[in-house]
């Protein structure tokens, strides 16, 4: 019997050898079945022979599926991100074959595949001329069945989605072909498909966290055999084995959510150009504020450019103004600005709706005792509970450890004395209130709203004026397109500012540009209020300005300047354990064994930013390297044959995004 070589989509395995029966045909890229520490598991034949001998102790193949075989290009993608990201190829083929489930008998017998047929739109919009010009560039790479990384730049309502939704009815309009759009948030996807729907006549196929096993094993065999035609994801989307994808579109492609934070750590951003070059399809980064890297790889004509300058139709940009918290403003105690109250009381008088954004979660960021001094600490991490009246308690953000709300300080004994310091958008609604007895508010917060049927009930109240301010956090500020709001106030401009890591500026202009880009989206002039006690501040200067290019510019000279990406690569090794001397010790070790290079640095340890989480300690080590070096390459060598003691965690992060 030959050898073969099978995957098995599971966390830090490689491939194994298994012998191939007589009676079953198996070739590269077919679903099998094998035994692997007495379970029965789903595999992929990854070789077709193994160079392991030991005919005794491999098993044989059980069985091989009846399903379409994962193909050449995705197997080359999952190899290819597994390198990249070092982790083992099994790790990321469990995100190709996430439900083991869709195996069974019973739900592979029931499924029927949908055929794939072609769609004809249910209606259509007259494009202006400046969409026009931009998809016509657009299609090119479509036409010529090229691969090509197309970035679409327009202003906040200049009609992006419209411009690839013409791409989309194009794949659409032939017999087969699927086209998928990541979107960096699953909270964006019910009023994506809400205009999918009206504008195709169909509903997408989506694939998020949010579902049940029933409807992703749905969705996996339909995407699998061709039948679900557009897909709308978040990040693990990007890795479902589609029969035959043309086209790719990344939805506000700046947004740092595409970065994978837990278990396998990628950018989905980076990667879908990496499928999308495997697949020799054409991919499309949408965005109103495309990312510096986005933009750097513009420049060096890696990427080409398609811009739309302005808002469609009659909408022009809302215009901004700075107020300066401090002086009069601070001294009131106030976190709404007198101009602020102004401007919301001309809101309310004419029927509009305002937004108030403040990215801060709960009532106070840290309450403390004003007798005694005493400040409410996470038992389990270095951070300070935040105050949540809506929930009467005092909450960690890191590991969710809470306290219930008490009367008396528990050390002095003094009772309500707590003095909560700092605002969360439970104060800003408080103050509102205050204000305006009679408004009609709400909480747009990850703690009011927890499911996608929490979002479409909130849109639904925004959209049908049963709202008049809306308070809250990023969740507010992304994608939503809302008729009737034409003020947004930006309650603490300079508050994303302070983490001081890499794109913390980058990420503050993107996102107030995009908050700000909430007002007046029809026919109603908007405007856009910044408090700040930075006014001089260019990020604040160039938001008002809308000298997107100048701020830019800026950015890349001083990314440049200490060679941080684009111009360097960076990797983080996280070192974390609940022994601090030793998570130190073994972390100082470490670096002084790291292998000296022209290219490459090697920097720390420090404790992270968020010195202990959960209770264990962590160090931080960042790896910097030359552009053109592979920085996996270096920490393959340098780690190879280490061995962390038995209770430390030792994490790399390629292209780190978070720095806590
Ligand atoms: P963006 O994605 O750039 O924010 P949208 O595609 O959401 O912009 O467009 C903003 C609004 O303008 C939407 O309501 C959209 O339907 C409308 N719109 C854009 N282009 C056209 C057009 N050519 N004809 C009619 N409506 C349009
Ligand atoms: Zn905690």
């Known amino acids: 019997m030959p050898n073969i070589e099978i995957l098995l989509p599971k966390l830090q395995t490689n491939s194994f050898a298994y012998s191939l029966p007589q009676n079953i045909q198996a070739n590269k890229g077919d679903f099998v079945q094998v035994t692997f520490r007495k379970q029965e598991f789903v595999g992929i034949v990854w070789q077709e022979y193994s160079e392991y001998l030991d005919q005794e102790k491999i098993k044989p193949v059980l069985k091989r599926y009846d399903l379409p075989p994962l193909k050449k290009e995705l197997m080359e993608f999952v190899d290819w991100v597994a390198e990249y990201t070092m982790n083992a190829p099994g790790s990321i083929l469990k995100m190709v074959i996430p439900i083991q489930s869709v195996f069974k008998e019973k739900s592979l017998s029931k499924f029927i595949p949908i055929e794939p047929a072609s769609i004809v739109p249910a209606s259509s919009i007259n494009l202006s001329e400046e969409q026009q010009v931009a998809v016509n560039k657009l299609k090119e ?5 090229d691969h090509k990384v197309l970035v679409l730049e327009g202003v906040t309502g200049s009609g992006k989605t419209e411009v690839y939704f013409e791409l ?8 087969s072909g699927q086209v998928l759009i990541l979107l960096p948030e699953i909270s964006l996807t019910s009023q994506l498909i809400q205009r999918i729907t009206k504008r195709f006549g169909i509903e997408p196929a989506r694939w998020h966290s949010d579902l049940t096993d029933k409807e ?5 065999l339909n995407i699998a055999y061709g039948g679900a035609r557009l897909i709308v994801g978040a990040r693990s989307a990007l890795f479902l084995p589609y029969s035959d994808l043309r086209l790719i579109i990344i939805d506000e492609e700046h947004d740092s959510s595409f970065k994978q934070e837990e278990g396998v750590t990628y950018q989905a951003r980076d990667m879908a150009v990496v499928r999308a070059y495997i697949e020799k399809i054409p991919i499309i980064l949408s965005s109103a504020t495309p990312s510096l890297e986005t933009i750097y790889n513009v420049n060096k004509k890696k990427y080409e450019l398609v811009t739309l300058a302005s808002r469609f139709g009659e909408a022009t940009l809302p215009t901004s103004v700075i107020v300066d918290m401090k002086g009069d403003n601070a001294r009131k105690k106030k976190f709404i600005s007198a101009e ?13 709706q305002a937004i108030l954004f403040l990215n801060r979660r709960g009532y106070a960021p840290l309450t403390l005792c004003g007798e005694c001094g005493y400040r409410f600490a996470c038992p389990n991490c270095s951070t300070w509970l935040v105050e949540h009246r809506s929930l009467s308690c005092h909450q960690c953000h890191q590991c969710g450890y809470s306290v219930n709300f008490k009367s008396k300080c528990p050390t002095c004994h003094k009772e309500n004395s707590f003095v909560p310091c700092g605002p969360g958008v439970e104060r800003i609604e408080e103050e509102v209130k205050y204000t305006f007895p009679d408004a009609r508010t709400i909480l747009m917060t990850r703690d009011t709203v927890n499911s996608i049927q929490a979002v479409e009930n909130i849109i639904n109240q925004i959209l049908d004026g049963k709202v008049d301010i809306i308070i809250g956090t990023q969740m507010i500020a992304k994608g939503h397109h809302f008729p009737k709001i034409t003020l947004v106030g930006i309650i603490d401009a300079d508050l994303g500012l302070l983490g001081g890591d890499l794109r913390a500026a980058e990420r503050t202009y993107q996102l107030l540009s995009q908050v700000s880009g909430r007002a007046g989206r029809e026919k109603d002039k908007g405007k856009v209020v910044i408090q700040t006690f930075n006014p001089e501040n260019p990020i604040i200067q160039s938001l008002v300005t809308g000298e997107r290019r100048s701020f830019l510019e800026q950015e890349i000279m001083g990314r440049k300047m200490v060679h941080m990406p684009p111009f360097g690569k960076l990797a983080s090794i996280v070192i974390s354990g609940f022994n601090d001397e ?7 070790f470490l670096v002084k064994i790291s292998p000296v290079s022209n290219t490459i640095s090697v920097l720390g340890p420090v404790p992270a930013l968020i010195s202990r989480i959960k209770n264990k300690f962590r160090y931080r080590i960042l790896v910097k390297a030359e552009r053109n070096i592979s920085i996996q390459k270096y920490i393959n060598y340098w780690l190879d044959g280490v061995k962390a003691p038995g209770s430390i965690k030792l994490k790399v992060d390629i292209d780190p995004y978070n720095f806590f």
Do not use: S
């Not at 790479?141 to 069945?145: A, V």
């Not at 602020?340 to 509009?352: A, I, S, T």
């Open 141 to 145: 790479p479509l036409d010529n069945k």
């Open 340 to 352: 602020l109250v102004d401007e919301l009381k001309d809101v309310l008088e004419q029927g509009k």
């Open 582 to 588: 030793k998570v130190a010790e073994f972390a100082r």
């Open 216 to 220: 992703k094993r749905n969705t996996w």
């Open 168 to 175: 989309i009815e194009q794949v659409l309009k032939e017999k």
